[in-house]
């Protein structure tokens, strides 16, 4: 099995910067791409940002020049700098990772928890 368990979620003032971890653990091949999503109360998920096993990153329009998504391949960890942070941000984000358990056998896809960031005005 694999898991992902988030980090670095809380409570910061409009303008301040939280950095969310996550850690991939349990047997695998290897992990392609990760990325962050987030869902705000009544609203539906939205994928926040991104990133492929070479680096290649994607961003959502809202969050492009705030946001940066990084991995640590050798860690199995993926990253969100999160700055200028707006009450918009508010939400629950989520880490996915589209994982090969198996060399040749399909990529699945796993979900952490879940980390709350709520921003205030």
């Known amino acids: 099995q694999v898991q992902l368990v988030e980090s670095g979620g809380g409570l910061v003032q409009a303008g301040g910067s939280l950095r969310l971890s996550c850690v991939a653990s349990g047997t695998f091949f290897r992990i392609n791409s990760m990325g962050w999503y987030r869902q705000a109360p009544g609203k539906q998920r939205e994928l926040v940002a991104d990133i492929t096993s070479g680096g290649n990153t994607n961003y959502v329009d809202s969050v492009k020049g705030r946001f940066t998504i990084s991995r640590d391949n050798l860690k199995n960890t993926l990253y969100l700098q999160m700055n200028n942070l707006e009450p918009e941000d508010t939400a629950v984000y989520y880490c996915?990772?589209?994982?090969?358990?198996?060399?040749?056998?399909?990529?699945?896809?796993?979900w952490g928890q879940g980390t709350q960031v709520t921003v205030s005005s």
């Open positions: 996915y990772a589209k994982v090969r358990r198996q060399r040749f056998g399909p990529d699945n896809d796993y």
